[in-house]
């Protein structure tokens, strides 16, 4: 190789953790010869991939950014008054550096080890605390999707609420047609398949009735106008319907809040609090409700507790409420959010306050209010007697308008030959001079201008009975953080709560914590990728087209598919969309009836959560002994279930980090008997460049991007989940209203996601085939040399034919709870001592911890986080040979503070030493939990889930 070769190729050495003397030595342990070796006892022949992938050759980083900023520079960021749902913003430089640019919180995982994610479940908390008083509703979760999907959550919660048997007495729910369209396109494809029947009609002349169990209004409507629900509210109530609310943040700091108009649910977007336009995501929805719904309300809640010393901790409440736990019982198949977006929202509040808000909100209304007034001198007609931000202009050409305003760099919404104009945050004095300039060129007629002294009036252009009057955001959080200096210290200390992959290693089973490289990050924040509007016209988007383009044939290529839709923005919404297109293929072949889907007892809880969604029903298959799919009971409920087989949900290599070599049979079986197979696509890591789905003989694949193409975790979210078909699949694949086909949209934006993409595209485009190729390999090489270290003290319980696994392996702890009381809850909570994550605990078995290293990995992390294992091995045979005392140990009370090891007294028949400084690395880099262990049972028992009084938590 070259010096021009090795260039090109660095990012491997980057992104791979084992150098080659590491490569030699872990081989050594592992007892195989080579690297090729290894794969060749973990990868069956048969499904091989025999010949090249056609991914061009590898990038280095410098020349991917220069080649990036060319195709970025085809993007054209126009002045936007789209609206619809999505807005210009400003976001804070102290939150786009120190939250949205910072691994510190970009890199985090999902909350599930509350000791160690402080500081994250505070700023959580305040995203409720936020959301909550501004939408007047006493709870709120911790973010969702997008708007057009929390919609369709909050749809499917009322509807399951009102119907509470299998007998659907009240089957409609009414849509107002000013809802945004791509919130009722997703509500028509989430509707069917359950059973529902959307209305679309004006509320105004509504014929409501008890067939009805709810109803969706959108609050400012689609067109701008703010309306008075009141009387619309209490007829649906009348009729025992519930009342879904679609509204906005910024706005509601001016209107009447949706639970003070009896809204029962409010839904919306948090994007213009600081968050990106992004051509369409990620952004942090919010979902807000009564009291009486947090059973049934989908998503994550974050709730206050106290820790094993009495002191105030936060943790994911209720968290057995998570929907997707329920399996095939469940009503969504909801497991993520959008942590990182809603933090940087929440960040926003806290760092504007309840008058920093206000204060943008009014600028926002006076500036529509004057362009309104402009308008109206030059003869032009607004419609929107009461609106907040967006005006309605009606009597003009539209053609002609849309011309000359992109000739001026401007995009406005155009609809049914009428224009639609959406001020923001971001708009000025001098564009709202440019826009009536428009207007007069297009109208012969001379321009009227404004200037700041004509917004010097700031009467509000409401209706009298929605303007706000109760108060919101009155928490000491979001009245103190007004300096830069402030701020910046309060987002420090948060993120010094929190472990993330700048701590350590965070080796999760399933969930793929590999590298998210500052690479791949940086042109995230670039403004030709963030200003664009997801409905922009395509003549403006040429370099998002591009990258989409060409990351489409990358994922084919990988999956070994020929289509791929990057819509579904989680990989729930994957599972989803997958199922939909096979749901969609049988319908056209007129075998509807083909609606049982088999699906392994070992599954990860979304599948079957998924197939329900999806209109399909359950049947579960056994796995064996080994952890493998029980053949013989697939094939007996395949030939069962021939006449109604729809598909197979399987995971590949399986659940339990196995590449199961009767693979192809389990395809050819559920084809022979004309079901098609999906494909989970959560172990991807240990299929790219060595197999694929195609090969192996799936129909379908979702793609955790999150996961196997390094998008970062977010602390819970972002996350993206496209699906790749085959050709009998492509004509099914989701739509867009934006693309003219709106069949079976799941998400709000046409390409979900779009600018995290870039991630993905980044980390194959600076890989190349090769580098993804031994990705994958360094994947299964770091397991197996973990495996091959603990199996000497650990039981493992699963391996292939040839004692290797797949990418990820379980140790089975269950024989320590049966000998000494010792959980795999303690085990995880002592590693915190040590200064790790838990690895993924009792999934699939229960009892267990999964552990998935990632190439990323250098040979010396992952010998700490063995050498760690080992040692609470060590401690847990003490206790075993009565040398620790069965209560009283360093596991029971893990994880162990810096105030408890710091007290005066000390109180345990073990030292301080060994309590918090167990082995010498440790000394040498300490990551201190800020609280000891969460009592999930009080804070479950005293559910709080806002901003309590600070009084409520001031210890002497």
Not at 162 to 169: A, L, P, V, Y
Not at 375 to 383: R, W
Not at 651 to 672: A, L, M, N, R, W
Not at 859 to 866: H, M, T, V, Y
Request: aromatic share 8%.
């Amino acid at each position: 190789m070259n010096l021009f070769e090795q260039q090109s190729a660095e990012f491997q050495t980057r992104h791979i953790g084992p150098n080659e003397a590491d490569t030699h030595n872990m081989l050594s342990v592992i007892g195989a010869g080579s690297l090729d070796e290894l794969i060749s006892k973990t990868v069956p022949d048969s499904i091989r991939i025999k010949k090249p992938l056609g991914i061009p050759a590898a990038m280095s980083e410098y020349q991917y950014l220069s080649e990036l900023k060319k195709t970025a520079s085809k993007n054209k960021v126009f002045k936007n008054y789209i609206g619809q749902g999505y807005y210009g913003t400003i976001t804070p430089s102290v939150i786009l550096r120190n939250i949205f640019e910072n691994p510190g919180w970009y890199t985090q995982y999902t909350p599930y080890q509350a000791e160690i994610s402080q500081g994250r479940l505070e700023s959580l908390l305040n995203f409720q605390t936020m959301v909550s008083d501004l939408t007047g509703l006493p709870i709120s979760n911790a973010s969702l999707l997008d708007e057009a999907t929390a919609a369709a959550e909050a749809m499917a919660m009322i509807f399951h609420h009102i119907n509470k048997t299998d007998i659907i007495s009240k089957p409609k729910l009414f849509v107002d047609q000013h809802t945004f369209q791509q919130t009722i396109d997703v509500l028509v494809t989430r509707a069917e398949p359950i059973g529902i029947e959307i209305v679309v009609g004006d509320y105004t002349t509504a014929d409501i009735d008890a067939t009805y169990f709810g109803a969706l209004i959108q609050y400012p409507n689609s067109n701008g106008a703010t309306e008075d629900y009141r009387a619309f509210i209490d007829k649906v109530h009348g009729f025992d319907g519930l009342v879904i609310m679609a509204t906005d943040l910024l706005a509601l700091t001016l209107l009447t809040p949706p639970g003070e108009l009896g809204a029962d649910v409010a839904v919306g977007s948090a994007q213009r609090f600081g968050v990106p336009m992004g051509f369409g995501g990620p952004h942090a929805a919010f979902f807000a409700t009564k009291d009486d719904f947090k059973r049934g309300m989908p998503g994550r809640l974050i709730g206050v507790s106290i820790d094993a010393q009495g002191n105030r901790a936060l943790r994911m409440a209720l968290q057995t409420r998570e929907q997707h736990i329920k399996r095939e019982k469940a009503t969504s198949n909801i497991c993520t959010a959008q942590a990182l977006l809603a933090n940087m929202a929440a960040m926003y509040a806290v760092f504007h306050g309840p008058k920093g808000l206000q204060e943008i909100a009014t600028r926002v209304h006076l500036l529509a209010k004057a362009l309104s007034n402009g308008l109206s001198k030059m003869g032009i007609q607004q419609v929107n007697k009461s609106y907040f931000d967006t005006l309605h202009i009606v009597g003009v050409d539209a053609d002609s308008l849309k011309k000359t305003a992109e000739a001026a760099d401007t995009n406005f919404f155009y609809h049914k030959n009428t224009v639609i104009i959406s001020i923001d945050e971001t708009t000025s004095v001098d564009d709202i001079n440019t826009v009536l300039g428009i207007f007069a060129k297009v109208n012969g007629k001379s321009a009227v201008t404004i200037s700041a002294a004509d917004l010097g009036d700031k009467s509000y252009q409401l209706s009298d009975g929605l303007k706000r009057s109760s108060s919101y955001l009155t928490h000491p959080v979001f009245n103190t953080h007004r300096s830069e200096s402030q701020m910046m210290r309060y987002i420090k200390q948060l993120e010094n709560k929190d472990l993330s992959l700048n701590t350590s290693m965070i080796s999760l089973g399933s969930c793929t914590m590999k590298l998210n490289a500052a690479t791949e990050m940086i042109p995230v924040s670039w403004p030709e990728f963030g200003g664009l509007h997801p409905f922009a016209p395509a003549s403006q988007t040429a370099g998002y087209q591009q990258i989409i383009s060409e990351l489409n044939d990358y994922l084919c290529k990988i999956t070994g598919f020929t289509a791929c839709s990057l819509q579904p923005n989680s990989g729930a919404q994957g599972e989803y969309a997958g199922l939909l297109t096979i749901r969609a293929y049988h319908v056209a072949r007129n075998e509807a009836h083909r609606n049982v889907v088999l699906i392994p007892i070992s599954a990860h809880g979304t599948n079957p959560a998924s197939a329900v969604m999806a209109g399909f029903k359950v049947v579960v298959v056994k796995c064996d002994d080994a952890g493998n799919i029980d053949v013989a009971d697939l094939k007996a409920k395949a030939e069962q279930y021939k006449d109604s087989l729809g598909a197979l949900m399987v995971t590949y290599p399986s659940t339990h980090g196995v590449f199961e070599e009767t693979i192809k049979e389990i395809c050819q079986i559920i084809h022979d008997n004309g079901g098609l197979v999906y494909m989970d696509g959560a172990n991807m890591n240990a299929q790219v460049g060595l197999t694929s789905p195609g090969m192996i003989g799936a129909d379908v694949c979702h793609l955790n991007l999150h996961k196997t193409f390094a998008i970062p975790h977010g602390g819970g979210g972002p996350g993206m989940g496209p699906i790749c078909v085959n050709d009998k699949l492509a004509p099914y694949l989701p739509g867009h209203t934006v693309l003219g086909n709106a069949s079976l949209a799941v998400s709000a934006a046409q390409y979900g996601s779009a600018s995290i993409l870039l991630i993905s595209y980044g980390y194959i485009k600076m890989l190349g085939e090769e580098g993804i190729r031994r990705s994958t390999e360094y994947a299964i090489l770091n397991a197996n040399y973990m495996k091959a270290r603990l199996e000497k003290f650990y039981k493992i319980l699963y391996t292939g034919s040839n004692g290797s696994c797949a990418h990820e392996f379980i140790v089975d702890l269950r024989p320590f709870k049966q000998s000494v009381g010792i959980e795999a809850e303690d085990v995880a909570k002592r590693l915190i001592d040590y200064g790790f994550h838990a690895p993924t605990m009792s999934f699939p078995v229960p009892g267990t911890i999964m552990i998935e290293p990632t190439e990323s990995e250098d040979k010396g992390e992952l010998d700490r986080f063995c050498d760690a294992l080992i040692s609470i091995y060590e401690e847990i045979k003490a206790i075993e040979e009565g040398k620790s005392d069965k209560t009283d140990n360093p596991l029971k009370n893990a994880p162990h503070t810096q105030a408890v090891i710091c007290a005066d007294e000390w109180a345990h028949a073990y030292s301080r030493q060994q309590a918090a400084f167990p082995l010498y690395y440790v000394t040498q880099h300490k990551f201190w939990p800020s609280v000891a262990r969460v009592n999930n049972t009080h804070g479950d028992r005293n559910l709080i889930c806002t901003c309590e009084p600070v009084s409520s938590y001031v210890t002497e």
